[in-house]
């Protein structure tokens, strides 16, 4: 009995401290940078800092360069002149994993060399693979290194490419290619280089993950506010839900003391 009255008496405490909660917050004022920079959904990947959606969130909501487009509900990211299709954001250990977007079953779109040198990304590992891909090549290649490295294409892309070919950089027949090929570039992968024969358009598709190098979102994240950036003062901003700060927003001590025994 003594107890059923005392779990009454803390529930109705707890609708009190719930209302008052509820109450400061409707009637305090809410940065509206916070309200806008609510994540955002591109096919099933949750948006947020340091990305942002292009015409559905506002740039100081993430860095520079860090702008995605979604189309049909996948994330593009564009880094100087290549597209890449967003496979999945880790935000814990901020790194992405991407791939060369428009991947045809057997062609390839026209890409160019990956450049990171804008300094927002960089390779998570210092040694990363590439597939060679080799353009324009001579027809009278020998046999046998069509059949393994040859990129059959359907014949809208075969302008682009002309006769193409796809290697590792171990290949052994790669520096005789080079000379029946007028261009190559070179295509960052995951895989150790070490299949002579593969699938490279399923290499190409499975990607690789790039480290970002933006202001660390966890702290603020983790006591519920949202991330962004100052174009003008080239900051990290945390937007709180009054007034964005730099670090950590500060807490109303009244309602600290309120909620920090009844919450749990
Ligand atoms: C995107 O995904 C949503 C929800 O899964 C779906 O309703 C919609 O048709 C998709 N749009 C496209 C263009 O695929
Ligand atoms: C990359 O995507 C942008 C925006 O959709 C487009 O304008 C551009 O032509 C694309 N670039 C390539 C190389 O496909
Ligand atoms: C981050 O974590 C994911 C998932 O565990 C992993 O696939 C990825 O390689 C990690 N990134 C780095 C840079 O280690
Ligand atoms: C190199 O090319 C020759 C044909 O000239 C082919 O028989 C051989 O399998 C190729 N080696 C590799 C590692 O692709
Ligand atoms: C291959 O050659 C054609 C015709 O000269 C050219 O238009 C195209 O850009 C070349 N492709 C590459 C990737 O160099
Ligand atoms: C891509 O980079 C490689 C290695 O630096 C270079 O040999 C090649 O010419 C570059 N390709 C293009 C199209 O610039």
Same mark, same amino acid.
Request: proline share 4%; with cysteine.
């Given at each position: ?12 405490? %707890?609708? +009190?401290?719930?209302t ?15 309200e *806008? ?14 990305f ?7 740039? #100081?909501? @993430?860095?520079?360069? +860090?702008?995605?487009? =979604? ?8 880094i100087?002149?290549n597209? #890449? ?5 880790? #935000? ?6 991407? /791939?060369?977007?428009?991947?045809g ?11 990171? &040198? ?6 998570? /590992? $210092? ?8 353009? %324009? ?5 020998? @046999? @046998?290194?069509? !059949?393994?490295?040859?990129? /059959? ?12 070919? *796809?290697? +590792? ?5 790669? $520096?005789? *290619?080079?000379?029946?090929? &007028? ?6 992968? &995951?895989?150790?280089?070490? !299949? ?22 966890n702290?603020?994240? *983790? ?15 945390? +937007? ?8 950590? =927003?500060?807490?109303?001590? $009244?309602?600290v ?8």
């Open positions: 009995m003594k107890h059923k009255s005392l779990s009454a008496l803390i529930s109705s405490f %707890n609708l +009190f401290v719930f008052f909660f509820l109450l400061s917050e409707t009637t305090s004022c809410v940065d509206s940078q916070y *806008a920079c609510v994540p955002k959904k591109c096919g099933g990947q949750s948006i947020s800092y340091p942002w959606i292009q015409g559905e969130q506002e740039s #100081y909501c @993430g860095y520079p360069g +860090f702008e995605l487009t =979604c189309q049909n509900n996948h994330s593009i990211l564009q100087l002149e597209n #890449y299709t967003v496979q999945e954001i880790f #935000y814990g250990n901020q790194s992405i994993r991407i /791939s060369v977007s428009n991947l079953s057997e062609c390839l779109p026209p890409i160019r060399n990956l450049s990171l &040198e804008v300094g927002t990304f960089k390779f998570a /590992s $210092s040694d990363i693979p590439y597939l060679h891909i080799l353009s %324009n090549c001579s027809l009278s290649l020998p @046999g @046998g290194l069509l !059949d393994y490295n040859r990129i /059959s294409c359907e014949a809208k892309n075969e302008n682009v490419w002309g006769l193409a070919l *796809a290697m +590792f950089g171990n290949n052994k027949n790669l $520096s005789y *290619a080079l000379g029946k090929c &007028e261009t190559q570039v070179l295509a960052p992968v &995951e895989l150790n280089g070490y !299949d002579v024969i593969g699938d490279y358009m399923e290499v190409l598709r499975m990607g690789f993950v790039l480290q970002w190098k933006a202001s660390n979102c702290e603020c994240k *983790a006591s519920g506010r949202r991330c962004g950036f100052d174009a003008s003062s080239y900051q990290f901003r945390c +937007f709180c839900k009054d007034r964005p700060h730099r670090g950590r =927003c500060k807490t109303r001590k $009244s309602s003391s309120l909620l920090s025994p009844i919450l749990p």
